[in-house]
C-alpha cells in the first residue's frame, strides 16, 4: 500500500539532472525532480554545536525523522540503514519503496544539509549555478520516501556480526544495511606547510570554502595540483572567476587516466588558449606563507616546483585522487580491496550488508574485472539494485533479475570554457591493443581496439576533443555513439 502511495507521488515527467551527460542519465523509472529551493539564508550555521539526541533543524523544508532514536535499539527490530545519503544512497531508498518495502528505513548521513550532487560543485563555486541547484531532490519527494534520516550524524563503527551501527546518538541494529559513503579528497603528494590548507572540492562544505577563498579581494592568481577530471573542473571554475590559473601534474600531459598523449595534447592546446599556464611532469615540492592567513588580503603562498622554479600563488587547490569514506568498517569484517567488493546484487561479503556507490569495486565491463568507477550514474545505479535485491529479501522472495548490476564502463566529459572533452572505457594500450586517430580541423578522435581470438577486433575505448563545445554537436552524438558500441561489445 504504501508502495503505492509513493509510485504516485514521484513525478516521473521531469529531468533529473541535465548536467549528466545523456549516456550517463538515470532510467526513468528512477528519476525524480531537481527543485530544491533552499536559500543559503536557511541553512543551519555550519559551526552550531547539536544537543546530541536532538534533531538539527537544517532549514524549514528538510524532511526530518519524527523522532531520532536516542537509545539502543533492540537487535529484533527489522529496519534497513542506509549509510550516506548521496547518488547511491538516495537511490537505494527510492528503489526499496518503489518494489514495496514498507517497514522502517534509516538513512545516517554525516552532513546537515540534505544530499547534494558533487557534479554541480564546480559550477557552484564559478558561479555559473546556485546554490540551491545543486540539491537534486526535492524536499517532498525525500519526505513522501518516510525515511527516518539521521542528519549530522556520522556512521562510527558497522559491527556486521552484532547487526548494530554505532553513531555519537547511540546504536542503531538493522537486518540489511546498504553502505553508502562515498569518497574524500586526499592530500597525498603535498608538502606539509606549517599554516595553510590546500583547498579540495567534493562536498557542499568544500565548494563553499574554495568559493569565499577564491572570489576574497586580493585572490588573483591560483594554482591547482592534479590534472584530472576533477582538478579540470575546479580549473574551468577559476576561470570562470577571471582567475590567473597555472595547473601543475607530475604526468607529461593532463587527464593522464583518461587520455592518450594525442588526444591530451590538443585539449592541451585549447587551456593554454584560455590563457592556464600548465607545469606538466611537475610536482609542488614546497609552500611558503607570505604573510598570515589572517592578514587576507595581503597573504600569498611561495610555491618551489620540482623543477626549482618559484612563484607567488594566493590560493592552492589539490585534486590528487579520493579515497572511499570506509573508516567504519573494520578490516577484518568485509571483504576490502582498493574498495568493497560486491557481487551482482551489491552484497558484501557478509549477506545482510550491501554497498554503492565511489566506495565499492564492482564489475567493469571492459576488463571483466572489479574496479571502482566513480560516475553519478554507476552509483545511482547501483544503489538501485542494492534498495530492489533488500527489498526483496525483506519480503522473502527470490531477488529479481532486474537487481543484478550487470557492470558498467568509465565515461567522462568535461568542457573547460569551450575546449571539450569525452571519453569513455580504458584508454591503456597493451600488446593486444591499438589505436586510431582521426583528426579535422575541430575535432580528435581516438580510438582504442582490441583484437579477439577470432581475428576481429572491438572497441574498448575512445577519447574526443572539440575545440567548440556545442551542445548536440557532432562531437556529443559521436561520443554517445562510440559510448552504446563499447557497452554493446563488451
Ligand atoms: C567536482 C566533481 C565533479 C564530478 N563530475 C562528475 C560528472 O561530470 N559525471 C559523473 O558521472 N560523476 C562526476 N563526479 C563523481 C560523482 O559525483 C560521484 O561518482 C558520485 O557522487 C558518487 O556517489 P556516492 O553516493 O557514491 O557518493 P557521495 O555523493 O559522495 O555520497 C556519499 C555521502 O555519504 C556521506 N558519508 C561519508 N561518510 C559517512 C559516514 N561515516 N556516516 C554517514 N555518512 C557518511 C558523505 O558525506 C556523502 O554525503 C564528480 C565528482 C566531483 C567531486
Known sequence: MQGDVMEQQLDRSKPFDQQIPMDQQIPMDLQIPMDLPIPIDQQIPLDLPIPIGQQVPIGKQIPMPSQISTSPTTPVEESVAIIGFGAAGVNALIALRCAGYQGKIRIFSNTRIPPYSPIMTSYYVGGTKSWEECFPWGAEELDSLKAEIHYDC????????AHIIRTSRGDFS??????????????????????????????????????????????????????????LKALEACLERSLETTLVGISPHVLDFNALPVAAIRFEKGLREKGVELRLGQTIKAVKTIGHEALRPSYSLEVTFSSGDTALYDEIIVAHGVKGNLEFVAKSTLEIDHALLVDEFMRTSDPDVYAAG?????????????????????????????????????????????????????????????????????MEITSQRHREVYEDENMTVVSVFENRADGSRRLVGFNIVCDEDEAGSVAYDTGAMLTLRIENTA
Not at 155 to 161: A, F, N, Y
Open 154 to 161: 556520522p556512521v562510527l563503527e558497522l559491527s556486521p556480526e
Open 174 to 231: 538493522y537486518s540489511k544495511c546498504v553502505i553508502a559513503t562515498g569518497a574524500t579528497p586526499v592530500l597525498s603528494g603535498f608538502p606539509s606547510t606549517d599554516d595553510y590548507k590546500p583547498l579540495v572540492l567534493r562536498t557542499m562544505d568544500d565548494a563553499e570554502r574554495l568559493k569565499l577563498a577564491i572570489t576574497r579581494p586580493g585572490c588573483r592568481r591560483v594554482l591547482i595540483s592534479g590534472a584530472s577530471m576533477v582538478a
Open 358 to 426: 565511489d566506495v565499492v569495486q564492482a564489475t567493469e565491463l571492459v576488463s571483466g574485472d572489479k574496479r571502482i568507477v566513480g560516475i553519478w550514474k554507476n552509483a545511482a545505479v547501483q544503489g538501485a539494485c542494492a534498495g530492489k535485491a533488500i527489498a526483496a529479501e525483506m519480503a522473502g522472495t527470490t531477488i529479481p533479475s532486474d537487481a543484478e548490476f550487470r557492470g558498467s564502463i568509465s565515461a567522462n566529459t568535461i568542457a573547460v570554457k569551450g575546449t571539450l572533452f569525452i571519453s569513455a572505457g580504458i
